[in-house]
Protein backbone atom coordinates (compact mmCIF):
# COMPACT_ATOMS: atom_id res chain seq x y z
CA UNK A 1 0.00 0.00 0.00
CA UNK A 2 1.46 3.19 -1.13
CA UNK A 3 0.80 6.09 1.23
CA UNK A 4 1.72 10.00 1.83
CA UNK A 5 0.67 11.86 4.34
CA UNK A 6 1.28 15.58 4.92
CA UNK A 7 1.78 17.65 7.97
CA UNK A 8 2.39 21.71 9.03
CA UNK A 9 -0.58 23.09 7.67
CA UNK A 10 -2.29 26.34 9.23
CA UNK A 11 -2.59 29.21 9.46
CA UNK A 12 0.49 31.85 9.43
CA UNK A 13 0.72 36.19 8.83
CA UNK A 14 2.08 37.32 5.87
CA UNK A 15 5.47 37.42 6.15
CA UNK A 16 5.98 34.54 8.02
CA UNK A 17 7.64 31.04 7.23
CA UNK A 18 6.07 27.59 7.22
CA UNK A 19 7.54 23.99 6.84
CA UNK A 20 5.13 21.72 4.85
CA UNK A 21 6.56 17.58 5.82
CA UNK A 22 5.15 14.62 3.67
CA UNK A 23 5.98 11.31 4.80
CA UNK A 24 5.80 8.68 2.07
CA UNK A 25 5.14 4.46 2.73
CA UNK A 26 5.61 1.67 0.18
CA UNK A 27 8.10 -0.37 -1.44
CA UNK A 28 9.46 2.35 -4.41
CA UNK A 29 9.87 5.97 -2.43
CA UNK A 30 13.11 5.82 -2.57
CA UNK A 31 13.49 5.78 -6.38
CA UNK A 32 10.95 8.64 -7.11
CA UNK A 33 9.97 12.16 -7.66
CA UNK A 34 8.20 13.87 -5.05
CA UNK A 35 6.62 17.60 -5.94
CA UNK A 36 4.16 19.23 -3.92
CA UNK A 37 0.98 20.88 -5.75
CA UNK A 38 -1.65 23.26 -4.51
CA UNK A 39 -5.45 24.28 -5.32
CA UNK A 40 -6.88 27.18 -4.08
CA UNK A 41 -10.72 27.72 -4.22
CA UNK A 42 -11.91 28.63 -7.79
CA UNK A 43 -8.03 27.81 -9.40
CA UNK A 44 -6.43 24.74 -10.91
CA UNK A 45 -4.32 22.57 -8.94
CA UNK A 46 -0.50 24.10 -9.37
CA UNK A 47 3.09 22.74 -9.41
CA UNK A 48 4.73 24.47 -6.50
CA UNK A 49 7.59 22.54 -6.32
CA UNK A 50 9.08 18.72 -8.11
CA UNK A 51 12.11 16.77 -6.97
CA UNK A 52 13.77 14.31 -8.12
CA UNK A 53 15.39 10.98 -6.77
CA UNK A 54 18.00 11.83 -5.29
CA UNK A 55 17.62 15.57 -4.83
CA UNK A 56 20.11 17.16 -7.04
CA UNK A 57 17.37 18.27 -9.42
CA UNK A 58 14.57 20.56 -8.49
CA UNK A 59 11.89 22.82 -9.94
CA UNK A 60 9.63 25.75 -8.91
CA UNK A 61 6.79 27.30 -10.23
CA UNK A 62 6.42 30.80 -10.82
CA UNK A 63 5.04 31.57 -7.41
CA UNK A 64 7.12 29.57 -5.17
CA UNK A 65 10.41 30.97 -7.11
CA UNK A 66 12.47 32.50 -4.63
CA UNK A 67 10.45 31.58 -1.50
CA UNK A 68 10.07 28.03 -1.14
CA UNK A 69 12.65 25.04 -0.99
CA UNK A 70 11.80 22.20 -1.50
CA UNK A 71 14.21 19.16 -0.17
CA UNK A 72 14.64 15.44 0.95
CA UNK A 73 14.89 13.82 3.78
CA UNK A 74 18.20 11.50 4.24
CA UNK A 75 16.22 8.44 4.20
CA UNK A 76 14.62 9.34 0.94
CA UNK A 77 11.12 9.06 2.32
CA UNK A 78 10.40 12.44 3.38
CA UNK A 79 9.86 15.67 1.94
CA UNK A 80 9.36 18.89 2.85
CA UNK A 81 8.61 22.25 1.50
CA UNK A 82 10.37 25.60 3.40
CA UNK A 83 7.74 28.03 2.54
CA UNK A 84 9.31 31.76 3.46
CA UNK A 85 7.40 35.25 3.20
CA UNK A 86 4.41 33.38 2.55
CA UNK A 87 1.53 35.63 1.35
CA UNK A 88 -2.30 35.97 1.25
CA UNK A 89 -2.56 34.52 -2.32
CA UNK A 90 -0.21 31.55 -1.08
CA UNK A 91 -3.80 29.95 0.85
CA UNK A 92 -4.23 26.96 -0.59
CA UNK A 93 -4.56 23.27 0.21
CA UNK A 94 -0.73 21.60 -0.30
CA UNK A 95 -0.74 18.51 -1.85
CA UNK A 96 2.04 15.95 -1.75
CA UNK A 97 2.96 13.65 -4.86
CA UNK A 98 4.82 11.29 -6.13
CA UNK A 99 5.31 9.87 -9.49
CA UNK A 100 6.64 6.55 -11.00
CA UNK A 101 9.41 8.05 -11.93
CA UNK A 102 13.38 9.27 -11.01
CA UNK A 103 13.04 12.40 -12.80
CA UNK A 104 10.89 15.66 -12.09
CA UNK A 105 7.81 16.79 -13.53
CA UNK A 106 5.61 19.75 -13.24
CA UNK A 107 2.32 18.56 -14.84
CA UNK A 108 -0.14 16.97 -11.94
CA UNK A 109 -1.05 14.30 -14.39
CA UNK A 110 2.56 12.75 -14.72
CA UNK A 111 1.82 11.68 -10.90
CA UNK A 112 0.91 8.63 -9.83
CA UNK A 113 0.28 8.65 -5.83
CA UNK A 114 -1.26 11.73 -3.55
CA UNK A 115 -1.72 12.65 -0.19
CA UNK A 116 -4.60 13.55 1.14
CA UNK A 117 -3.64 17.24 1.73
CA UNK A 118 -2.83 20.31 4.62
CA UNK A 119 -4.23 23.66 4.80
CA UNK A 120 -2.22 26.58 4.27
CA UNK A 121 -3.98 29.80 5.41
CA UNK A 122 -2.07 33.02 5.38
CA UNK A 123 -3.82 35.78 6.95
CA UNK A 124 -2.99 39.61 5.91
Known amino acids: QVQLVESGGGLVQAGGSLRLSCVAS????????MGWFRKAPGKDRECVAT????????AYGDSAKGRFTISRGNGLNTVYLQMNSVKPEDTAVYYC?????????????????WGRGTQVTVSS
Open 97 to 113: AARSSIHIATSDSAYDY
Open 51 to 58: INRDGGTT
Open 26 to 33: GRIFSRVA
